[in-house]
């Protein structure tokens, strides 16, 4: 009788142990599943009219140690006004990683002649880190195409490196 509580108490501690390792998504990740209306708010804060059925897919993945979130999507926007778009759009991020307690941990980026613009945020909040990228870039046919990325990953020494640089 003595061993099988011993047993089951030990069970127990291996079961408390394991689901504290578990990672715990950010106020930020879980708030943020998708970024449909910031988007919609920025084209009319620019401007441009309300659009509806913007093609486009989110996909996700979790484990036990990380959680990963993309949104692809075409909107109807001018290129001349994707610069503007993405530095609203860059600073929403911020604004909801602040907002969601999350402490800014660097940011890399680069952009092009032609409007194509890459951003990587990246965040921690207690034991974990993340980082949102964004990418906007010409779909063709008027549109612009917005790719969003979102990942967390917990644990101690665990984090994600940000480096600009050229890539032969």
Known sequence: MLLMLAAGAMIGWATVLYRSQQLKPTPFFVNNENWRNDVLQIIQDLGEPPFKD?????????????????????????SA????????????????????????????????????????????????????????????????????TMQEVQGMGQGFGLENGRFP
Request: hydrophobic share 35%; net charge positive.
């Open 54 to 78: 913007a093609p486009g897919t989110i996909m996700h993945s979790e484990g036990a140690g990380s959680v990963q979130r993309t949104f692809v999507f075409r909107i109807p926007l001018p």
């Open 81 to 148: 006004k994707r610069g503007e778009f993405f530095s609203a759009l860059k600073a929403r991020v911020r604004e909801k990683m602040k907002k969601e307690g999350c402490s800014n941990t660097g940011e890399s980026g680069s952009g092009s002649s032609l409007g194509n613009d890459v951003s990587v945020l990246g965040y921690s909040r207690g034991m974990v880190s993340g980082t949102a990228q964004i990418c906007v870039m010409d779909a063709g046919d008027g549109e612009t195409a917005v790719i969003m």
